[in-house]
């Protein structure tokens, strides 16, 4: 496996007293599989990409990364958060080598890589302009070409797509299945979208609500390559189905 996630637990303490976000979290990523999590608003998701990025500890549990154990560790994944946090004072080119630049990557060479790469992302014509000047479905391209230069064989998206109109979330989804297939990493994928979690996934884990755990796990047994068509599809809307039957289960539990 190339990332098993060994019942995590986490607890925060605050002023008003403890609370739970996290209650004995399972779950694995095989090699170069797409694997995406659902569950209620404020379930935990979030806290649980911080813990597999080594940005926070866990209570209990453990996090392992082909076998090796690296609970609380960083620098073993690439992590894209919600926001595509470009920084407005560097241009896409600049702001695409920031994580090689963190990793103590040269700096040139990083930015030849950068450049090799803009047109897989549709950014070859922009490499120099900023941020503002960019839709958000092109910032968050940018945002997904500075986690790839990161040069790690897993990456963590947390809602890359959630702030986009339809028909861009749409576009988005399809270009990440081919970014996706051209560099052959392990994705965890962070969504609100069952229809999203469908479409992009080999394996769907449903999280309850907070403090989370995992309720149901789904394989997704449809054919790839993947089209819009598919959306359709007497099997996809089965999956889509028992999908939402699960999330109502966790929001209403009885």
Request: hydrophobic letters at 40%; glycine letters at 8%; a negative charge.
């Amino acid at each position: 496996m190339k990332i098993v996630l060994d019942t995590l637990c986490k607890t925060y303490r605050t002023p008003s007293g403890e609370l739970p976000a996290l209650n004995g979290v399972s779950l694995t990523v095989k090699e170069g599989e797409f694997v995406s999590l659902i569950g209620p608003s404020g379930c935990g998701k979030s806290t649980l990409f911080n813990i597999v990025s080594g940005l926070e500890h866990p209570d209990r549990g453990t996090v392992k990364k082909d076998g090796e154990d690296i609970t609380g560790e960083t620098g073993h994944v690439s992590y894209m958060m919600q926001k595509d946090c470009l920084f407005p004072w560097r241009t896409i080119l600049d702001n695409a080598v920031v994580g090689a630049e963190v990793r103590g990557a040269s700096r040139k060479e990083a930015r030849e890589r950068a450049r090799e790469l803009l047109s897989a992302f549709g950014l070859e014509q922009f490499a120099d302009a900023y941020p503002v000047r960019l839709s958000g479905g092109m910032r968050q391209r940018a945002a997904l070409l500075r986690t790839v230069m990161m040069e790690r064989d897993v990456w963590l998206l947390d809602e890359p797509f959630g702030a986009l109109d339809a028909l861009t979330r749409d576009r988005m989804q399809d270009w990440l299945l081919g970014i996706w297939d051209q560099f052959n990493r392990s994705i965890l994928f962070i969504t609100h979208s069952i229809d999203e979690a469908i479409y992009l996934s080999d394996r769907v884990y449903v999280l309850s609500s907070r403090p989370a755990t995992v309720t149901a796990e789904w394989s997704i047994e449809l054919p790839r390559p993947r089209g819009r068509k598919l959306v359709t599809d007497e099997r996809f809307l089965y999956y889509k189905e028992q999908l939402l039957t699960e999330l109502n289960q966790n929001e209403n539990p009885r």
